[in-house]
């Protein structure tokens, strides 16, 4: 029932970070990334370079790429908004580049600050030069299932964004429950179109973790054939244009569950446990994920 291996893609030093008050400097970032590459994970989005007054906490995402450690066969992947974070992601050294947008129009203008229509010719520029530089493209579409101002999002709205960016070129697609209201229904609503549309390989699942029913969601798209899962350590993390949102599934607990059903990723866990604490001990608070918590209390 379960599949042989599932593909984890670590999102803390993006998704994670950007939502955090506390300001981790350079250098921790670095130290804590270099930690993820050596437990074993195998592609880690490692800043966003989107404008610096946008998301202050990932100002530093060009002297972070500079310095990370490469690990051959990790992929370092970060956020792009636009031509200009391009221009500064290829100079700070990236494998794959991320770009994103939503399926709700009104999270689409908070965040990007555009309509939806007037972000594709954006994206399609940023996708073409991407792949002409040679890198993977992943497409966000956050709030697949909800969004904050408009409610429940209709799977043909997703649609209609995912068919524009695989039309401009993205190698992969992510969805992103943006503020983690879906259950497991609402996953199989969703992944029953898409998956009839595009090959399951394409497909990513992005949780956010906020009423805690990210593991089931997790479940039910494994069910559906779904192997590539976007997670953050700790669950830190949420979205800053999503008011409330809790951050992403936590790594930890996917590892658990995974290696518990005898699914392999590849992540060493007692690595992993070790630069979950590193993070956690940084940033000086108690991260959302009850594994770690357990693993702490064990110390
Ligand atoms: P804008 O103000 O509309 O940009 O912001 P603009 O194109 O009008 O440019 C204004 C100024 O910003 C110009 O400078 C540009 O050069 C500069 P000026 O000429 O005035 O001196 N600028 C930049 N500077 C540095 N880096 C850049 C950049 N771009 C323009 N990349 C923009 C538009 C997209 C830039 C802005 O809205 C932005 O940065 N938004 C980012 C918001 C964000 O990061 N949100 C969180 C990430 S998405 C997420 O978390 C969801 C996800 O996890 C999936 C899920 O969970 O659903 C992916
Ligand atoms: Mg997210």
Redesign the pocket.
């Known amino acids: 029932r379960w599949p042989d291996l599932v593909q984890i893609k670590e999102?803390g030093p993006r998704?994670g970070l950007?939502n955090e008050k506390k300001i981790i400097s350079t250098a921790d970032k670095v130290n804590w990334i270099n930690m993820l590459s050596e437990s074993g994970v195998k592609e880690i989005e490692y800043s966003?370079?989107?404008?610096?007054k946008?998301?202050p906490a990932l100002s530093d995402a060009h002297e972070v790429g500079r310095k990370i450690k490469r690990k051959p066969g990790v992929k370092y992947s970060a956020?792009v908004?636009?031509q200009?974070?391009l221009e500064?992601a290829l100079e700070a050294g990236i494998d794959g580049a991320?770009v994103?947008m939503s399926a709700s129009e009104s999270h689409n203008k908070k965040?990007?600050?555009?309509s939806i229509d007037e972000t594709f010719p954006v994206l399609k520029e940023v996708i073409e030069e991407a792949k002409k530089a040679g890198k993977h493209v992943t497409g966000?579409v956050?709030?697949v299932f909800d969004c904050p101002y408009e409610g429940r999002i209709d799977p043909d709205e997703v649609i209609r964004v995912c068919d524009r960016l695989l039309e401009f070129g993205v190698d992969d697609l992510?969805l992103?429950?943006?503020i983690g209201t879906a259950v497991p229904s609402q996953v199989g609503q969703l992944l029953e179109p898409i998956l009839k549309r595009y090959p399951k390989e394409k497909v990513i699942m992005?949780f956010?973790d906020t009423r805690g029913m990210a593991i089931a969601n997790i479940m039910t798209s494994m069910d559906y054939g779904i192997t590539r899962f976007d997670s953050s350590v700790g669950g830190l993390g949420g979205?800053?244009?999503a008011p409330g949102a809790a951050g992403n599934v936590a790594t930890n607990d996917v590892l658990y569950l995974l290696h518990g059903l005898g699914v392999k990723t590849g992540i060493d866990e007692k690595k992993f446990q070790e630069a979950a604490l590193y993070i956690q001990n940084k940033l000086g608070k108690v991260l959302p994920s009850k594994s770690l918590a357990y693993t702490t209390a064990q110390l």
């Open positions: 999102v998704d950007q966003s370079f989107v404008h610096p946008w998301v956020l908004p636009n200009k974070g500064l991320s994103f965040n990007i600050n555009k966000y956050s709030t992510s992103g429950d943006t992005h956010h979205c800053p244009y």
